[in-house]
C-alpha cells in the first residue's frame, strides 16, 4: 500500500491525537488582535475555514497563495490551510523592498496575497485579484464550520510551497517544494532533534524562512504548544522560555550572540537551563559561541547544514556518548562542523571542491526556471555552491561559499576560519571577512567587525590571529563597523559588504 505524503498529514494528526491542546501562544504585540490560544481542534477547523474561502474565491489545485507576514498564528495556519488542499504556499520575507515583493507575486503567479497590518500599503502597489490585511479581512476563518472541497487527488510529488532565496543573482530563485520534500524534512528533522509530545517550541527562526525549517509541521504533529515571537530580542527570548517553559527553538548564530548578550544582563537564573535545545544553522558559528551556550546557558547546541533548495536539512551535529569525556572547548570544535548526513541523505565532495547531495530533500525544481535548476541539479546531485570537505570521521566541514573563498598570493583563504579567530577575541561582537581588491596580493583578507565599544585596535587583533593562524591568513585590512548588513534569518550579505571595494572593478576577482 502506498499512501500519498501530504502536509495535511501534520495537522490531521494533531486534531486527532490532541484536539484539546493549546497549538500556539501568538504575539501579544503586534498590529493585528493576536488570535486564540486555540486548541489543535479550532486551529485544524480554522484551516479548512481558510482553504473553504479560498474555494470561494475559485482559487484552483495548484494555485499560488502568497502571505507577506512576521512570525504570526495567521501565517503558521495558512501552512494548512492553504497547501492542506493542494494549493501552493508563497511565504514573502517581509522585510523584503516594494520591487522585490512585486517581482515575487508576478514571478510565483500568485492572485491572492495576505499581508500583516505593517505591509498593508505593500498590496496597493500589486497587480493581483485578491488582497487581504491579516486581522483586519480575516474573512479566511470566519466560518469554523466551512467544510472544504477534498482534494480529489491528493499527490506527494505536487508543489506544496515556493520558497523564494536571498542569493547573490540580481533576482530571487523560487525553489519549489513538494509535499514529500516537506514532509520527509519534517519527520527526518524531527527524529535527529528528538522532538517529542512534551516540547515547546519557540519560533524565532522567521516562518517564512525555508518553512521555519520545517517546524510547523513536525511541532504541529506531536500536538506541541508553539509560541510565536514577532520580534527577535535576546532579553525577550529568555522570557517567553522562562514564562511558557520552552524547550526547543532554532535559529541563526546572530540569534543565539544576542541571547548570550542579554543572559549576561539577566536577573536570576537562566531560563530554560538544562531544558532547552537549540537548532543552529546559516553559518559556522565561532568555536567560542558553542562553548558559552553550554557554560554560560546550559543549553544543548545542536548544529544542522543545509540550503532552502533542501528543505533544508542535509546534515546534523549533536553531541554524542563518544564525547562526553571532552573538555568543554573540545567538545564545541567538533560540534562546529556541518555535520554527518542526515537518515537518507548523501553527500560527496566534488574534484573542485564543492559540497554536493541527493536526499528526498531536494527541491522539485526552480519554478519557471528550467535552466537553473538543471544547473543545479547536474549529474543528479544537488550543487549546493559550499565548498568544503568530509574529514576522517565522516563529517562535512563547510570551508566557504566557494565565491567567498579569497585568494591572496596565490593561496586560498577561507573567510570562515578567519572570522573564526577573530571572533575569540572576547572584544568582537560581530565580524565578516571578505576579499578586497590589492595590485600587489590580488586580493586583501579584509575584516570588519563589530566590537563591544572597548578600545582594540587593528595591532591587537592581528596580533590575536598570529596565535591562531598562518602568516598568510592574518587580515591585512581591518575596518570597524557599527553594525554589518544580514538577511532576516541572520545571515551575513557578504555581497553587499563587497560591493563598495569592487564598484570600479569590471571583475569580482583580482
Not at 8 to 34: G, L
Not at 169 to 174: I, Q
Not at 423 to 442: Q, S
Request: proline share 5%; with cysteine; aromatic share 8%.
Amino acid at each position: 500500500m502506498q499512501v500519498p505524503l501530504t502536509v495535511r498529514d501534520f495537522i490531521d494528526r494533531a486534531e486527532s491525537v490532541y484536539p484539546d491542546r493549546i497549538a500556539f501562544v501568538d504575539e501579544p504585540d503586534q498590529p493585528a488582535t493576536p488570535l486564540g490560544p486555540w486548541t489543535y481542534g479550532e486551529l485544524a477547523a480554522k484551516a479548512r475555514a481558510q482553504a473553504a474561502f479560498l474555494d470561494d474565491l475559485r482559487v484552483p489545485v495548484g494555485g499560488r497563495v502568497a502571505v507577506i507576514s512576521q512570525n504570526s498564528a495567521r501565517l503558521l495556519t495558512s501552512f494548512f490551510g492553504v497547501s492542506g488542499w493542494g494549493r501552493v504556499l508563497v511565504p514573502v520575507n517581509f522585510r523584503l523592498a516594494v520591487p522585490e515583493i512585486q517581482y515575487i507575486i508576478e514571478h510565483s503567479g500568485a492572485d491572492v496575497v495576505y499581508a500583516d497590518p505593517a505591509l498593508k500599503d505593500v498590496l496597493d502597489q500589486l497587480d493581483v485579484t485578491h488582497t487581504f490585511v491579516l486581522g483586519e479581512d480575516d474573512q479566511m476563518f470566519a466560518s469554523e464550520a466551512a467544510q472544504p472541497r477534498e482534494w480529489a487527488n491528493p499527490d506527494e510529488n505536487a508543489t506544496a510551497t515556493i520558497n523564494y532565496t536571498s542569493g547573490t543573482t540580481a533576482r530571487p530563485k523560487g525553489v519549489q517544494l513538494t509535499h514529500r520534500n516537506l514532509w520527509l524534512n519534517a519527520t527526518t528533522f524531527g527524529l535527529h532533534t528528538t522532538v517529542s509530545d512534551r516540547d515547546v517550541y519557540l519560533h524565532t527562526l522567521p516562518m517564512f524562512h525555508c518553512n521555519g525549517w520545517g517546524m510547523p509541521y513536525i511541532q504541529t504533529a506531536m500536538g506541541n504548544k508553539q509560541v510565536v515571537l514577532r520580534q527577535v530580542d535576546g532579553a525577550e527570548i529568555l522570557r517567553r522560555i522562562d514564562e511558557h517553559g520552552v524547550t526547543m527553538l532554532c535559529g541563526a548564530p546572530a540569534v543565539i550572540s544576542m541571547v548570550l548578550d542579554a543572559a549576561a544582563e539577566w536577573d536570576g537564573p537562566i531560563p530554560g537551563r538544562d531544558r532547552v535545545r537549540v537548532v543552529v544553522a546559516g553559518a559556522p558559528p565561532p568555536t567560542r559561541t558553542i562553548a558559552r551556550v553550554a557554560d554560560e546557558l546550559s543549553w544543548e547546541f545542536i548544529q544542522i547544514y543545509g540550503l532552502t533548495e533542501t528543505a533544508p536539512l542535509l546534515t546534523v551535529n549533536r553531541s554524542r556518548t563518544e564525547w562526553d569525556d571532552l573538555d568543554g572547548l573540545e567538545r564545541a570544535k567538533r560540534l562546529s562542523r556541518a555535520g554527518v548526513p542526515a537518515l537518507g541523505v548523501r553527500v560527496r565532495v566534488d574534484g573542485q571542491g564543492e559540497v554536493q547531495a541527493q536526499s528526498n530533500h531536494v527541491l522539485e525544481g526552480y519554478w519557471e526556471q528550467p535552466d537553473a535548476t538543471a544547473d543545479a541539479l547536474d549529474g543528479g546531485w544537488f550543487h549546493t555552491g559550499d565548498g568544503g570537505i568530509i574529514d576522517d570521521e565522516g563529517y562535512v566541514v563547510i570551508a566557504d561559499r566557494k565565491k567567498d573563498v579569497i585568494i591572496s598570493g596565490g593561496e586560498n583563504v577561507s573567510s570562515i576560519e578567519v572570522e573564526d579567530a577573530l571572533m575569540a577575541h572576547p572584544a568582537v561582537r560581530e565580524v565578516a571577512v571578505i576579499g578586497t581588491p590589492d595590485e600587489k596580493w590580488g586580493e586583501l583578507v579584509t575584516a570588519l567587525i563589530v566590537t563591544d565599544g572597548s578600545d582594540v585596535g587593528e595591532d591587537d587583533l592581528v596580533a590575536h590571529c598570529r596565535e591562531r593562524l598562518a602568516g598568510y591568513k592574518l587580515p591585512r585590512r581591518i575596518e570597524f563597523r557599527d553594525e554589518l548588513a544580514r538577511t532576516a534569518t541572520g545571515k551575513l550579505q557578504k555581497f553587499k559588504l563587497r560591493e563598495p571595494f569592487w564598484k570600479d572593478h569590471e571583475r569580482q576577482v583580482n
